[in-house]
């Protein structure tokens, strides 16, 4: 069984950092797209940041690109997101997600996620 832990959530004002991470246990296939949604109050869930276990391909959505990074450890089945010059836009819950590797071309979308973390809460004041 697939597991997904995150961690590093909080509260922080607005041009701080954080970093989230997310431990993943139970993967049987070595290619797979783990990475990073969000969810605000009363807005879908977006993808945020998404990579490539095989080849490290990545994914930003453009509201994030240049201040979010995403890296991974993949011994640790451990990814990362480092978050920077956050916007309190930006506030919501972020959740891990794992799917089938493929080419990260277009906009990720949910269905193409098998396993869930449970969300952390980031939060940027103003």
């Known amino acids: 069984e697939v597991q997904l832990v995150e961690a590093g959530g909080g509260l922080v004002q607005a041009g701080g950092s954080l970093r989230l991470s997310c431990a993943a246990s139970?993967?049987?296939?070595?290619?797979?797209?783990i990475g990073w949604f969000r969810q605000a109050p009363w807005m879908e869930r977006e993808g945020v940041s998404i990579m490539r276990s095989s080849d490290r391909e990545t994914y930003y959505a453009p509201s994030v690109k240049g201040r979010f990074t995403i890296s991974s450890d993949n011994d640790k089945h451990t990814v990362y997101l480092q978050m920077n010059s956050l916007k309190p836009e930006d506030t919501a819950v972020y959740y891990c997600a794992v799917g089938a590797g493929v080419p990260l071309t277009t906009i990720p979308t949910l269905f193409e996620y098998d396993y869930w973390g449970q969300g952390t809460q980031v939060t940027v004041s103003s």
């Open positions: 139970g993967l049987t296939f070595d290619d797979y797209n």
